[in-house]
């Protein structure tokens, strides 16, 4: 395959967030064969299954994108220790009704940010665990939990700081790598 297009699923919903941020930035590190879709998950009505049988135009829509990636990178931040709601919305949505999980098959990749020291570990473990029953193949490793600031990265969304470019770099070629494998 010599074009990959990936989904980018923010799990935070701040215009201005880090995670955002950082979304973005993952962007301009990927080689030219790969090309991104922010998905918009915070429009999505809350997941009931009485309305599995006529899903709503906002839930068709981040399904058919996910449907179309050869992979899906998740950057969530961390929520009292756990993955925000709205990204638990969207990874039910998607895996739903029984039997037509969009999720199924795509190589995920997961990274995030926040302000404290152990970035966004336990959200990353919550969602890996999640994200393994809707039998998405995923990177283990490297793992990126990232401390973040309003200065981490510029205006160009480039990272101010030459090591935490070189580390986060390192962790798109593993994904870039990890996509080639598994989407062919």
Same mark, same amino acid.
Do not use: C
């Given at each position: #395959?010599? /074009?990959?297009?990936? &989904?980018?699923?923010?799990?935070?919903?701040?215009?201005?967030? *880090? $995670? %955002?941020k950082l979304?973005?930035?993952?962007?301009?590190?990927?080689?030219?064969?790969?090309?991104?879709?922010?998905?918009?998950?915070?429009?999505?009505?809350?997941?009931?299954?009485?309305?599995?049988?006529?899903?709503?135009?906002?839930?068709?829509? #981040?399904? /058919?994108?996910?449907? &179309?990636?050869?992979?899906?990178?998740?950057?969530?931040?961390? *929520? $009292? %220790?756990?993955?925000?709601?709205?990204?638990?919305?969207?990874?039910?949505?998607?895996?739903?009704?029984?039997?037509?999980?969009?999720?199924?098959?795509?190589?995920?990749?997961?990274?995030?940010?926040?302000?404290?020291?152990?970035?966004?570990?336990?959200?990353? /473990?919550h969602l890996?665990?999640?994200?393994?029953?809707?039998?998405?193949?995923?990177?283990?490793?490297?793992?990126?939990?990232?401390?973040?600031?309003?200065?981490?990265?510029?205006?160009?969304?480039?990272?101010?700081?030459?090591?935490?470019?070189?580390?986060?770099?390192?962790?798109?070629?593993?994904?870039?790598?990890?996509?080639?494998?598994?989407?062919?």
């Amino acid at each position: #395959m010599s /074009q990959y297009q990936i &989904a980018m699923v923010v799990g935070s919903l701040r215009q201005d967030s *880090y $995670n %955002r941020k950082l979304a973005q930035a993952l962007t301009k590190m990927a080689p030219p064969e790969f090309s991104f879709d922010f998905v918009e998950i915070g429009d999505l009505p809350l997941y009931n299954q009485d309305d599995d049988a006529n899903q709503a135009e906002q839930v068709k829509r #981040m399904k /058919q994108q996910i449907a &179309a990636a050869q992979g899906v990178i998740f950057v969530t931040p961390e *929520y $009292n %220790r756990s993955i925000p709601g709205v990204l638990k919305n969207a990874l039910d949505h998607g895996s739903r009704p029984y039997g037509q999980n969009v999720w199924a098959g795509k190589p995920a990749g997961v990274i995030g940010a926040s302000m404290g020291a152990i970035g966004t570990a336990l959200a990353q /473990q919550h969602l890996r665990n999640i994200i393994s029953y809707l039998d998405m193949p995923t990177l283990t490793a490297p793992e990126a939990y990232l401390k973040f600031d309003d200065n981490t990265v510029d205006a160009d969304f480039q990272f101010t700081n030459a090591g935490t470019q070189k580390f986060v770099q390192g962790w798109v070629d593993a994904y870039v790598a990890w996509v080639k494998k598994i989407a062919g």
